[in-house]
Each structure stands twice: as C-alpha cells, then as structure tokens.
C-alpha cells in the first residue's frame, strides 16, 4: 500500500512538473510573440471624440517612450519591424495612424502645424509628460513643429528623411511622388521601390528586402490608406515646403539627423541645413541610399540610434 502510494505521489509530482513547464514554455512563447512587432496589439485612444489607433512595444526603463511619427502615405503597416523591434529592445516606442490616416477617422490635415497639434494631443493622451521623437520624412517636419511649439515635451529626437519648412525641393515633391506611383502600377511594384532606394543592385536588394518585412504582419493588420487622405498630405508638403523658415536654433535638446547621400525625395542639402541650424545635432549620412536609407541601413541605424539616446 505505501509502496503503491508513494509510486502515485511520483506520478502527481511528474504530471505537476510537466504542466508547469507546459505552462511556461506558453508564457515564454507568448512573451516572445507579444514582443515582436508584427503581433503586437493595436489600442486605440479616444481624443475629442476620435478614436486614435496605435500600436506600443517595448518598455523603457527611464519612462520616456519613443514617438514614432511615419511618412507620407504610411499606415502602421508601413513600419519596418526590424526597426520598430531593434528600439523596443532597450525603449517603448509607439507608431500611431494620425487623424484621417489608416484606422483613425476624421479627416487629414492640410498641414503640418494641424498634424503637430494632434501628435501633441496623441501624446498627453497617453499621459506622456516628457518623450523622445523618432521623425520620419514628413514625420520629421511633423517632429520640429512639435520641438518648437512644445520643447518641454521632448528629451531627445531623431530626424530622418526630412528637411526644414522652405528647403530645398521640398515644395515640389508631389510630381515626384506622382511619377514613381503610375510607374508602380505599370510595373506592378509598390511605389516605395522606386521612391526609397536607388535604381543600382544594392538598391533592388534593399528594397525588396524591406517590402518584404512590411508583409510579415498576417492578422489585425491597418486599413489601407484613401488617395483623398494621400492628396491632403501631399498639400500639407507642399506648403511646408513654401512657408517661411523657422527658427530652428532655439532648439536645445539633442537631434539626430540622418539621411541618404541620394534622397531624391527629401535632398541631402536639407540634412546639412538642418545640421547647421540645430547646434546640439549630429549628423550620419549613408552612402549609396536614397529617402529609405534608415530601411536599408537597419541594423548601423538602430545600434547609432540606441547609443543616441542612451547619451
């Protein structure tokens, strides 16, 4: 009898130590999954009666979050996961679709100073009192509204793909971006192929290389993005890039400034203005890239961007 008992209170303790580590292994792999950004759940924030969609991952341990704010014609699902989960490892970082863009309802503002006021909004929203911003091509001219009307509100930022309002070429980008679209209907390519990376080897490899991880994301993915919304942003550029300078020394946090050598949206001569009217900024420039050098230099971009912001 004791012998049997004893064999049964081996079996409980073996069957016990299974599921545990049944459990675990479902904990760990959830943790994993949770941790990536093509699983991670889409939230949304209600602000004046529109509900803003966003996606977080990552936490940080200062506190401060990174802000993603994405480019011309970009949902969520334009973010690239190697990016978005390289920042994640070391800080929150949180994309969201503005007003009008993707899942956010309303309509799309027709300039950058309106995009600023709901990015601000967006921001308190969420209870920030104090964020890092990561600014991507429009993103960037979005991020020094934000530098300028709210300095309080920013630790450090990172400006890629952009340009100062009034700089160079800027005001004609909509005829650029309407050549690369129709060629991309004729050829059956996203337009990004041809607008974020140079026509040579190197550029077809990148490119294919970041469509594809924009296709990693299967389920809950982001609504698509209307021509009518695309057409206010490409008015909200083309003002940016006519109204008058802006003051942009009276920006004192630290800025990182980065760029192709062959942006053909946003030209390089814009990162060197900006350069040398941001006094505490630094600048890397990537050779052999164009617009989405950041996508194509993924791995030196996140490895310079985290040393940045651990300065």
């Known amino acids: 009898m004791k012998k049997y008992q004893l064999m049964l209170s081996l079996l409980v303790s073996i069957i016990t130590i299974s599921i545990a580590q049944t459990n675990n292994q479902s904990n760990n792999s959830l943790n994993n999954t949770t941790m990536n950004f ?15 969609f966003y996606r977080k991952l990552g936490e940080s341990n200062s506190g401060i979050p990174i802000i993603f704010l994405n480019h011309l014609s970009a949902t969520m699902d334009d973010c690239d996961p190697r990016i978005i989960d390289g920042l994640a490892s070391e800080y929150s970082i949180i994309c969201f679709d503005n007003r009008g863009i993707g899942s956010t309802e309303g309509t799309t503002p027709k300039t950058v100073a309106e995009m600023a006021t709901d990015a601000i909004a967006f921001i308190k929203a969420l209870g920030y009192q104090k964020v890092d ?45 309407i050549k690369d679209v129709i ?22 490899k990148a490119a294919k290389s970041y469509l594809g991880r924009l296709k990693e994301r299967k389920e809950n993915k982001d609504k698509a993005l209307k021509m009518k919304h695309l057409t206010c942003q490409l008015d909200a550029i083309k003002a940016w890039g006519l ?43 990537y050779k052999d890239a164009g617009h989405g050098s950041i996508f194509q230099n993924h791995e030196d971009f996140v490895k310079k961007s985290l040393a940045f912001l651990a300065e």
């Open 38 to 52: 093509k699983n991670v759940k889409t939230q949304s924030v209600n602000i004046g009666g529109t509900e803003f």
């Open 133 to 177: 911003l990561f600014g991507f091509s429009l993103g960037g001219f979005v991020s020094q509204e934000i530098l300028l009307r709210e300095p309080q509100l920013v630790r450090k930022a990172i400006l890629a793909g952009t340009g100062p309002a009034e700089g160079e070429a800027i005001s004609k980008m909509t005829p650029v971006v």
């Open 183 to 204: 060629k991309g209907k004729f050829t059956f390519r996203n337009e990004k192929f041809y607008l974020f990376f140079n026509r040579n080897a190197n550029g077809r």
């Open 243 to 285: 109204q008058a300078p802006q003051d942009l020394s009276v920006i004192k946090q630290p800025i990182l400034i980065v760029n192709g050598e062959n942006d053909k949206m946003v030209p390089i001569n814009n990162s060197y203005e900006l350069k040398k009217r941001i006094k505490n900024s630094e600048l890397i420039i």
